[in-house]
């Protein structure tokens, strides 16, 4: 059709064009000399796993700053040199015009990733990267592109200057991504996580791990064909005479109505490509990481009763695209058993508060009896520990006087001296610094934001160690007294049960809990925690020939 040629036409020569100027080589540059200077810095190092996602996120931002350049021209361009005329005399419609700057974008934005294949060359020749990956992040990529060329289209459009043409096609997208990191430490309830699906670099991190979501396809797919339509709108309208009055407040009306219906058409779109019955994920690694062995998928289908995965993590300060990862089989987890309940929470945002309480209280709920015998045998190595305070005061004066008597009479034995000294000397520490000591022993058990249960086991263990050594400086220093005797066995008994006790398990989970990030699994028969070091690995490990964790 002679549409389809004329829009072919355009396309070719603003691709040409682009190319006879600086302007597309500068961005191959840019695009280019980022990507080495990423790829040589974070990937190819020995440790690292062979794959390109710090080059492509970097891209990311990079095609966030330089795809606005690819479209600002297109009408803008157009309009300076007066050309703009001419293609408004040809007999083809403002549909063809904008779908032909549009196609000639995504050849010069295609370009601008080429940079990635070369540097998958030295990933083949070393490593063993994933092309399905690589492949499944370019596009990522050239659909992130192609939504910003768009609406720098209609920018173009709307603008007779390139530079605001520019602006205008970047600054709508940085305010989103800003505002999905900002907003949401102001706002509550559903709008962090709905302000979370209009940033595009956020849908670009699952394309980066391989993932092909159809949900974010769609999303770019609606921005695209939305921002196309105003554009072929803004261009039909700028051809005819502009009414006056009533006429133009009309037309301002209608105009209106049909932004707000395309809109809501692409939003009903996404929201439908979104929900579970409908969302299409395909993995597009070849290693299959996000598909389930089938050794795993029978372990996790003879499960029995309620099961519940949770990963704990602060968001901020982990790497989204890995979080994505963790996401993706996690989630195979719970589709390969309905009983498996499974998600992620940040104890940092107000919205996760709930599920972050929930958890606590069912933890504490399954470590309840554990947690009555470890608070009882600690209550009562207190008990003994202020009999034994309170001894210590009494008695530490009376047996300082006792060695002085004994060294003024000269009639003991310098053994029987050094066992009197040794004694006064603890008597007096114990009478002193015993009450800090209870006070700091005391602060383990209370709780916090940051520490969510009592540490019973570093109570027990000190309050144990203490014990221990206590009551044998008592029993073999005033072994005929029958007070310090029964002080000393009662000293003694209550470290024997401390001791006897089972290591806490629940202070294992809270002290996972406090640093930040762990998966917490629990089930019927109790609960687990997996360190978010084993999850979440920050660094390579040191030395020649060491492999780095694959998630």
Sequence with gaps: PWAMRATLAIARRDLLGAFATPLAWVLMSATGLLGAVVFLSLTFRDGEIANLRPVLVALGWATLLLAPAVAMRSLAEERRQGTLEILRSAPIGAGAIVLGKFLAAIGVLAAMLLPVAVLAVPLE?????????????????????????AVGILASILCSSQVLAYLGAMFPWLAAVLAVKLLPTWLGGAWPARLEQLDPLRRLDAFVIGLFDGANLVYFLAVIAIFLLLATISLARDERRRPA??????????????????????????????????RVRLDLTRTRAYSLAPETRDLLAELEGRW?????????????ALLEQVDEVLRRFGEANPAIEVGRIDPTRPEDLA??????????????????DAEQAVEEAFVAFDEFVAFAVEEAPRARARLAAARVAGRSESSALETMSATAAMLEQVATTGPRLQEEIRSLLETSAARPFPDLEAARS???????????????????????????????DSMDRLERLPRSRL????????????????GPGGAVVVPGWQILPRSSFAGAGAVRFDR
């Design 355 to 372: 599920a972050y309480e929930a958890l606590l209280d069912r933890l504490a709920a399954g470590f309840a009896p554990d947690s009555r």
């Design 462 to 492: 000190a309050l144990a160690a203490h014990h221990r050594l206590r009551s044998d400086q008592l029993a073999a220093g005033l072994p005929r007294d029958p007070r310090a005797v029964r002080i000393a066995r009662s000293l003694r």
């Design 125 to 149: 020749l070393f490593g063993r990267p994933d092309p399905g990956e690589i492949l499944c992040g370019v596009l990522g990529l050239l659909l992130v592109g192609a939504s910003i060329a």
């Design 507 to 522: 202070s294992e989970i809270a002290t996972a809990i406090a640093s930040g990030e762990a998966a917490v699994v629990t």
């Design 308 to 320: 519940s995965i949770d990963l704990l993590v602060v968001e901020e300060q982990g790497d989204r």
């Design 245 to 278: 009055g009533f006429g133009r407040v009309g037309r301002g009306v209608h105009l209106g109505a049909r932004v707000v219906a395309m809109v809501a058409c692409g939003a009903a779109a996404v929201a439908i490509a979104s929900s579970p019955a409908l």
